[in-house]
Nanobody
């Protein structure tokens, strides 16, 4: 079992920044890849970013490239999502997820465990 707890969401003005954190417990953090997904009201959950076990490879959805950065600190069992230049369309509940593989995936069903989500609201 892996427990994931997100934090860092909140209300920000368009153009602002937020950093989301996801703290993991239950298994050795460095043995699984991590991903961030988001879901806005009335929309499907969508991939945002992923990072492999070591942190050496990252993957992004096209709509966040150049604005968001995923990183991880295996010593702290935490993955981060730095979000800059936020837009109103980035507003959603953001979820972190873990996957027992080396590389991250774009595909939500590939992930084994999910956090409860953290709300991000962007005002225009």
């Amino acid at each position: 079992q892996v427990q994931l707890i997100e934090s860092g969401g909140g209300l920000v003005q368009a153009g602002g920044s937020l950093r989301l954190s996801c703290a993991a417990s239950g298994r050795t953090f460095s043995t699984y890849a991590m991903g961030w997904f988001r879901q806005a009201p009335g929309k499907e959950r969508e991939f945002v970013a992923a990072i492999n076990r070591s942190g050496g490879s990252t993957y992004y959805a096209d709509f966040v490239k150049g604005r968001f950065t995923i990183s991880r600190d295996n010593a702290k069992n935490t993955v981060y999502l730095q979000m800059n230049s936020l837009k109103p369309e980035d507003a959603a509940v953001y979820y972190c997820a873990s996957q027992e593989s080396y590389s991250g995936s774009y595909y939500a069903p590939d992930y084994d465990y999910w956090g409860q989500g953290t709300q991000v609201t962007v005002s225009s």
